[in-house]
């Protein structure tokens, strides 16, 4: 590969081979290496950035606004921290309607506001038309540690928890991008998941929001960095209904579809039912559930296995390639 | 493990284990008085994906059943020089618009694919859903050139066929199609003339059939004793299809059974049909793997030779020019191997970088096997 394609951005094995080959080797250092969705600060702080290029900018749901917030907040609440401050980089290109980034600004004050975090530094930067799509917004935050993930104490008996229904921002994403003349009623389920912070003091293990991928990417790269596999139950795994309709006609996986407001939670064995109640008595954890175990029955270690409807077993990969609607 | 069942359609009762282990018993039943496994080919990619996405292959070769993918994913099957025709237009002219489907756009040429291809400015490359996008299009910019891009079997020939008679009816001159039709039936005589594989009966393709009916697979039954079902998506569809299969070997009974007759009807579809026969004619058709096969493709009457943009843009179809690596597509195509047997599945060939059509499509037989079962298992 000599240029920069699509690919290496999707989230896949590209993507990824070039983070630990090209970046990670080239600034290493040990915060760097851990590699959580927040750097883990001396201090008892956490760091994250993370730069938002929705296309379109407003979808069911949610818009870019509410999405570079939500999206910062996310990886510091799963990395353990209290998100307290934010920054906020406008890059946009001429000619975008003056009406819209208002709307936008309104959107990123308001989500804020929700998420109790301040936006205390940040910058704007204007492109000659055709070198930026529109708007792209770059967010930084930082937070206090209340715990840490602790993927090493991991281990067989574990549960494996979701928060509630996934696939529904990939999904309505993809229906608005492609204009598909179906009406789903899916919204993206872009969401703050403050409500996950006090998890970290009732003895979960790991925590991940599950964005670019989907579900089958955040379980295989934990199986990848645990000494055992994990087995997932397709039965247990909660969809939508609006959305199983819709995935069946675009012959979508949903468990690759991205989500901006669930996460994956590890948590031991005994702790598991008390958790998911806990979970359950929030308005947005109603629909979380218990879908799998860390085990040893089953497959090697490295691997996550799906025990499908029929009884079947499949492994599930990480995101290989974007998800695209098939021929026929 | 508790947790309220959410994964509900109203396809679930297809979908759970006791109906398919109740199958899976049937079939083992009958399987257990045969002395060999049984190799049966699935002709359709989108069965190849259910089958691994279920995981029910690895439970059918316990139940006796070996299932082997046949030439059913239309990406797979349509030749590279298609697409470096379409390549050479975008970066020759400057007012083409080409719309095509998703996974055709990834398949990797010596010049490059559709998605890598840097067009001429001013023209430009649209992936639509529907070959109606591509007439919508052709309207709305009548400065542009609008050529669709279109490869299928009968499931999607109709649907692009309707475009010319759309495109006709608006009289649009700036519409055109660059046809890849495929016929199933031809492709599995070829298959089973040819006698490199041993298979002892078909799964025919769902979608195929809504459109052609039972009659077109008559002969497979008549003329080479083999016995076959045509089967819906579901993996209590499949399930039903191979029984019945294993239950004509028994018997010795070959014929065509309908397993999908709540959507296929014997005579297919009547309006489909007519659409095709109006405005497309059989010709040979150069199947990538299969080679050139008397009558298995389709291409546009003369009297519509005014959409046909081979003849609109004098492009050139050059075959033989592929075959550029160590990829064996072909011979996964005709089921002589399985992806893993490939040296370059899982080593130098993966879904984000393909080196062959296989690992492109999504019903294709490479990228179905690295995606469900994994390529480390062929290390």
């Given at each position: 590969?000599?240029?920069?394609?699509?690919?290496?951005?999707s989230?896949?094995?590209?993507?990824?081979?070039f983070?630990?080959?090209?970046?990670?080797?080239?600034?290493?250092?040990?915060?760097?290496s851990?590699?959580?969705?927040?750097?883990?600060?001396?201090?008892?702080?956490?760091?994250?950035?993370?730069?938002?290029?929705?296309?379109?900018?407003?979808?069911?749901?949610?818009?870019?606004?509410?999405?570079?917030?939500?999206?910062?907040?996310?990886?510091?609440?799963?990395?353990?921290?209290?998100?307290?401050?934010?920054?906020?980089?406008?890059?946009?290109?001429?000619?975008?309607?003056l009406?819209?980034?208002?709307?936008?600004?309104?959107?990123i004050?308001?989500?804020?506001?929700?998420?109790?975090?301040?936006?205390?530094?940040?910058?704007?930067?204007?492109?000659?038309?055709?070198?930026?799509?529109?708007?792209?917004?770059?967010?930084a935050?930082?937070?206090?540690?209340?715990?840490?993930?602790?993927p090493?104490k991991?281990k067989?008996?574990?549960?494996?928890?979701?928060?509630?229904?996934?696939?529904?921002?990939?999904?309505?994403?993809?229906?608005?991008?492609?204009?598909?003349?179906?009406?789903?009623?899916?919204?993206?389920?872009?969401?703050?998941?403050?409500?996950?912070?006090?998890?970290?003091?009732?003895?979960?293990?790991?925590?991940?929001?599950?964005?670019?991928g989907?579900l089958?990417?955040?379980?295989?790269e934990?199986a990848?960095?645990?000494s055992y596999?994990?087995?997932?139950?397709?039965?247990?795994i909660?969809?939508?209904?609006?959305?199983q309709?819709?995935?069946?006609?675009?012959g979508?996986?949903?468990l690759?579809?991205?989500?901006?407001?669930?996460?994956?939670?590890?948590?031991?064995?005994?702790?598991?039912?008390?958790i998911?109640?806990?979970?359950?008595?929030?308005?947005?954890g109603?629909?979380?559930?218990?879908?799998?175990?860390?085990?040893?029955?089953?497959g090697?270690?490295?691997?996550?296995?799906?025990?499908?409807?029929?009884g079947?077993?499949?492994?599930l990969?990480?995101?290989?390639?974007?998800?695209?609607?098939?021929?026929? | 493990?508790?947790?309220?069942?959410?994964?509900?359609?109203?396809f679930?009762?297809?979908?759970t284990?006791?109906?398919?282990?109740?199958?899976?018993?049937?079939?083992?039943?009958e399987t257990?008085?045969?002395?060999?496994?049984?190799?049966?080919?699935?002709?359709?990619g989108?069965?190849?994906?259910?089958?691994?996405?279920?995981?029910?292959k690895?439970?059918?070769?316990?139940?006796?059943?070996?299932?082997?993918?046949?030439?059913?994913?239309?990406?797979c099957?349509?030749?590279?020089?298609?697409?470096?025709?379409?390549?050479?237009?975008?970066?020759?002219?400057d007012?083409?618009?080409?719309?095509?489907?998703?996974?055709?756009?990834?398949?990797p040429?010596?010049?490059?694919?559709?998605?890598?291809?840097?067009?001429?400015?001013?023209?430009r490359l649209?992936?639509?859903?529907?070959?109606?996008?591509?007439?919508?299009?052709?309207?709305?910019?009548?400065d542009?050139?609008?050529?669709?891009?279109?490869?299928?079997?009968?499931?999607?020939?109709p649907?692009?066929?309707?475009?010319?008679?759309?495109?006709?009816?608006?009289?649009?001159?700036?519409?055109?199609?660059?046809?890849?039709?495929?016929?199933?039936?031809p492709?599995?005589?070829?298959?089973?003339?040819?006698?490199e594989?041993?298979?002892?009966?078909?799964?025919?393709?769902?979608?195929?059939?809504v459109?052609?009916?039972?009659?077109?697979?008559?002969?497979?039954?008549?003329?080479?004793?083999?016995?076959?079902?045509?089967?819906?998506?579901?993996?209590?569809?499949?399930?039903?299809?191979?029984?019945?299969v294993?239950?004509?070997?028994?018997?010795?009974?070959?014929?065509?059974?309908?397993?999908?007759?709540?959507?296929?009807?014997?005579?297919?579809?009547?309006?489909?049909?007519?659409?095709?026969?109006?405005?497309?004619?059989?010709?040979?058709?150069?199947?990538?793997?299969?080679?050139?096969?008397?009558?298995?493709g389709?291409?546009?009457?003369?009297?519509?030779s005014?959409?046909?943009?081979?003849?609109?843009f004098?492009l050139?179809?050059?075959p033989?020019?592929?075959?550029?690596?160590?990829?064996?597509?072909?011979?996964v195509?005709?089921?002589?191997?399985g992806?893993?047997?490939?040296?370059?599945?899982?080593?130098?060939?993966?879904?984000?970088?393909?080196?062959?059509?296989c690992?492109?499509?999504?019903e294709?037989?490479?990228?179905?096997?690295?995606?469900?079962?994994?390529?480390?298992?062929?290390?």
């Amino acid at each position: 590969m000599t240029k920069v394609s699509l690919e290496l951005g999707s989230g896949g094995r590209l993507m990824r081979d070039f983070i630990s080959e090209k970046v990670v080797r080239l600034f290493k250092n040990p915060i760097l290496s851990e590699l959580h969705d927040a750097a883990h600060l001396p201090g008892g702080l956490a760091l994250t950035t993370d730069s938002y290029t929705v296309d379109p900018l407003f979808f069911p749901g949610g818009d870019i606004g509410s999405l570079c917030i939500n999206g910062t907040v996310n990886d510091l609440v799963v990395s353990g921290a209290r998100p307290a401050y934010l920054t906020l980089s406008l890059i946009i290109e001429e000619g975008f309607e003056l009406e819209q980034l208002e709307k936008i600004l309104q959107s990123i004050k308001k989500t804020a506001r929700k998420n109790s975090v301040e936006i205390v530094t940040g910058d704007t930067k204007v492109v000659p038309q055709g070198q930026g799509g529109k708007i792209y917004i770059n967010t930084a935050g930082v937070g206090r540690l209340l715990g840490r993930p602790q993927p090493r104490k991991i281990k067989p008996g574990d549960k494996i928890i979701v928060t509630g229904e996934v696939g529904e921002h990939g999904l309505a994403i993809m229906l608005s991008r492609n204009n598909f003349p179906l009406v789903s009623g899916v919204k993206s389920d872009c969401a703050p998941l403050l409500f996950l912070l006090p998890l970290w003091r009732q003895g979960v293990l790991w925590m991940r929001d599950i964005t670019r991928g989907g579900l089958a990417t955040v379980l295989a790269e934990l199986a990848q960095t645990i000494s055992y596999p994990l087995l997932v139950e397709e039965d247990k795994i909660p969809y939508s209904t609006r959305l199983q309709g819709a995935v069946e006609i675009l012959g979508i996986d949903p468990l690759y579809l991205a989500c901006e407001g669930r996460a994956v939670i590890v948590v031991p064995g005994r702790k598991a039912e008390l958790i998911l109640n806990r979970l359950r008595s929030n308005p947005q954890g109603r629909k979380a559930a218990i879908i799998g175990e860390v085990q040893t029955k089953t497959g090697q270690p490295g691997e996550t296995l799906l025990k499908t409807s029929t009884g079947g077993l499949r492994l599930l990969e990480p995101l290989t390639s974007e998800l695209l609607p098939r021929i026929c | 493990m508790t947790g309220p069942v959410f994964h509900r359609t109203p396809f679930s009762d297809w979908r759970t284990r006791e109906t398919t282990d109740h199958l899976l018993r049937a079939i083992e039943t009958e399987t257990r008085h045969l002395p060999a496994a049984l190799k049966l080919m699935e002709v359709c990619g989108t069965h190849t994906m259910v089958l691994h996405r279920s995981g029910l292959k690895p439970q059918l070769r316990a139940a006796g059943i070996e299932l082997i993918s046949g030439p059913g994913c239309p990406v797979c099957i349509t030749p590279d020089y298609y697409h470096e025709a379409i390549i050479d237009l975008l970066t020759a002219r400057d007012d083409i618009i080409v719309c095509t489907f998703g996974d055709l756009t990834r398949v990797p040429t010596r010049k490059g694919s559709l998605q890598t291809v840097v067009p001429q400015p001013g023209s430009r490359l649209k992936i639509v859903y529907s070959p109606e996008e591509a007439i919508k299009e052709a309207w709305s910019q009548p400065d542009k050139q609008v050529i669709f891009f279109g490869a299928g079997f009968e499931t999607t020939i109709p649907g692009i066929a309707f475009t010319v008679k759309t495109a006709s009816e608006l009289n649009l001159k700036n519409y055109s199609l660059l046809t890849a039709f495929w016929l199933i039936p031809p492709a599995l005589r070829a298959i089973i003339e040819s006698g490199e594989l041993a298979i002892n009966g078909f799964i025919y393709p769902g979608h195929v059939s809504v459109i052609i009916g039972e009659k077109p697979y008559a002969f497979i039954a008549e003329k080479y004793h083999l016995p076959g079902a045509i089967s819906g998506f579901e993996p209590a569809d499949i399930l039903l299809g191979v029984l019945s299969v294993v239950r004509q070997i028994r018997s010795g009974k070959p014929r065509v059974a309908n397993e999908y007759q709540r959507v296929v009807k014997p005579q297919g579809n009547p309006q489909a049909l007519a659409l095709m026969e109006k405005y497309l004619s059989k010709t040979a058709a150069d199947w990538r793997g299969l080679g050139i096969i008397p009558d298995s493709g389709l291409k546009l009457k003369p009297d519509y030779s005014a959409f046909d943009a081979l003849k609109k843009f004098s492009l050139k179809l050059k075959p033989g020019q592929t075959g550029k690596t160590a990829c064996r597509c072909g011979e996964v195509l005709k089921g002589l191997i399985g992806p893993g047997d490939c040296p370059l599945f899982g080593r130098q060939c993966w879904p984000d970088s393909p080196q062959g059509p296989c690992m492109v499509s999504y019903e294709g037989a490479c990228l179905v096997e690295y995606k469900f079962s994994g390529a480390k298992h062929h290390d």
